[in-house]
């Protein structure tokens, strides 16, 4: 046994020696012979030492730059940022500089190929870290310059990227037929063509949006395609995540062991990057499926993990399960100081991700759909045109038929962004409630109230400003007591402890925030005198309205309103 391990540790000190040797002989070629070799044998020594460390990798960047630049070719200058890319890809900071100097040096370059991978490789980065906005714009700067240079490629890969937005949205039926497209594509090729990154990535689409469209056996069916293709690529494009999804899909047919194996060897390719969602989604499952095989202890570990890598900016609903699944230990271990401090993230996170789900939602629709929509209308006119040579008549027709297609269309996403206002106010309202709560240094008095009764109370008070009953200029604490069937004694008390403000203040915090949200959303209400606005969020007069508008804004109606009109 003794010779077995000195072998070993004989064979360990050799294998370093011969690393250290051939890093040092790599490093010792840089500093004498580097500036002797042309760009493309710098490309080929920089993306093919894999286990080079950073530094010499750095100097075979270095090297390449200066000889790009030296020859004033720009699109050579941009490839090495991306070797710099390559460097810094845990560091998103970092690499997003790099990135705005691709953009920025090929931005007057009109090939096939720049300046719209920058753009691409901006919406990849600032999606991975979700500013989806930020990212939808990106794409869309690319989309143009991809239909400029009619990159068919690049088309279809930013066709891809922004429905994985739209699953953002829970769009799953639009994004699938997107990826089907793209799959139906690949299905005519060659079998070549088929190991590519795309290709790869359209069957990691497909088996995601099954998965959460709750179609197992479909998803398990295009994550075995998408393996096989991954091992079979010479960078095993997407092998992460289709391990990451596969181990989501054992979970849901109840495969837990499998389950459990995929998602920890994703884990160690993630390399636990908390930067990552699939990561902290992961942490969710591993304790789903502990709970499940009754190991709460390992299950509460990975549930506790996901609270303490969240914060406001990567939190997204995939991982909501996590925060109601602590709340439910907490209550059963009757550990109310936890349970509350988790209910306090949950209620903000929420709020948050309501906000910006909506910004990207109206953001997608008015930037992308329905400019996408009208561009098919156009198509569609040319060819009725170029290929029936109908009359002016029928063309006429034809082409009121597709507007008012068109405003239908904007009175569905109307109706349905109407339906979500309500939800969206209510969430607000939390937001600020958390906030006050957090900075407020008043005390107040309690009755010995039963957690029954509040709860029930609560459930009214939530009902009445789901109805926007705040809304009505004659309220006072007896009428909302009487309406609600309580006592007004209680709700004031259930007001004054739960919601941290009296019930004067209650309400109109309530008005001033459903006006900031009608300021915001609606251009006709901006058009309103602040009397009327006053009026018609429930204020008797003026000023009784622009103080409380102060006090909850810091400034009045009317200059909060000017910064919308302009």
């Known amino acids: 046994m003794r010779v077995i391990s000195l072998f070993v540790i004989i064979g360990c000190f050799i294998s370093t020696l011969y690393s250290m040797q051939e890093q040092k002989e790599i490093y010792n070629s840089s500093s004498d012979s580097l500036k002797e070799k042309t760009l493309q044998e710098l490309n080929t020594l ?90 939808l714009e990106a794409y869309l700067i690319a989309k143009k310059y991809a239909e400029i240079n009619d990159n068919s490629w690049q088309l279809m890969g930013l066709k891809h990227n922004i429905a994985l937005l739209k699953t953002i949205l829970g769009k799953e039926e639009e994004a699938l037929l997107v990826f089907k497209e793209n799959y139906n594509h690949f299905k005519k090729q060659d079998e ?86 699939q990561v902290r989604i992961s942490y969710l499952y591993l304790g789903k499926i502990y709970l499940k095989i009754k190991e709460e ?22 991982i909501r399960d996590a925060f109601t699944l602590l709340i439910d230990h907490y209550k059963k271990s009757n550990d109310q100081n936890n349970q509350l401090k988790v209910m306090e993230k949950l209620v903000r996170y929420d709020s948050i991700s309501a906000i910006k789900q909506s910004r990207l939602n109206n953001s997608i629709v008015k930037k ?58 209510n969430k607000e309202l939390k937001r600020v409630e958390v906030l006050e709560k957090k900075n407020s240094k008043s005390v107040k008095t309690s009755l010995d109230l039963s957690v029954e009764l509040k709860q029930e109370i609560l459930k009214k008070l939530s ?79 003026i000023q009784s309205f622009a103080k409380a508008f102060s006090k909850n804004k810091g400034c009045n109606p009317a200059e909060y309103v000017k910064r919308y009109r302009d």
């Open 46 to 135: 920089f993306w093919n030492s894999k286990n080079q460390d950073s530094i010499i990798k750095h100097e075979l960047a270095n090297f390449y730059i200066v000889k790009a630049k030296k020859n004033k070719d720009r699109e050579k200058i941009a490839d090495g940022y991306q070797m710099f890319l390559s460097i810094y890809e845990k560091q998103p900071e970092i690499s997003l500089r790099y990135i705005d100097s691709i953009i920025n040096v090929t931005k007057d370059l009109e090939n096939n190929h720049y300046p719209s991978t920058g753009y691409m490789m901006k919406g990849n980065l600032l999606s991975g870290v979700e500013r989806y906005d930020e990212s």
């Open 192 to 277: 070549v063509e088929k190991p590519s990154q795309i290709y790869i990535a359209t069957l990691y689409g497909l088996s995601k949006s099954y998965n959460r469209l709750k179609k197992y056996d479909s998803a398990y069916f295009y994550l075995q395609k998408g393996i096989k293709s991954s091992l079979s690529s010479n960078r095993k494009f997407y092998y992460s995540d289709l391990l990451f999804a596969f181990g989501i899909n054992s979970y849901y047919r109840n495969e837990y062991n499998p389950a459990i194996d995929s998602l920890q060897k994703a884990l160690n390719l993630f390399e636990d990057d908390i930067n990552k969602s």
């Open 297 to 318: 202890p390992r299950a509460l570990s990975y549930l506790q993990k996901v609270d303490a890598v969240t914060n406001d900016s990567n939190y997204r609903l995939e």
């Open 368 to 425: 992308y759909d329905t400019p996408q929509l009208i561009k098919d209308k156009d198509q569609l006119i040319r060819e009725i045109v170029n290929n029936n040579k109908r009359s002016t008549y029928r063309l006429i027709v034809l082409s009121a038929f597709v507007m008012v297609g068109i405003s239908f269309l904007f009175r569905y996403f109307y109706k349905k962004r109407k339906s979500a206002y309500k939800t969206l106010l």
């Open 463 to 541: 009902d009445f400003e789901s109805d926007l009953g705040y809304l009505k200029n004659d309220l006072t604490l007896a009428k909302v007591s009487k309406s609600l069937k309580t006592n007004s004694t209680y709700l004031s008390n259930v007001i004054n402890m739960e919601k941290q403000k009296n019930f004067a203040t209650y309400i109109n915090d309530l008005r001033i925030a459903y006006c900031i949200l009608k300021i915001e959303e609606n251009k006709m209400f901006r058009q309103y005198s602040i009397k009327s606005m006053a009026k018609e969020v429930g204020f008797n007069n």
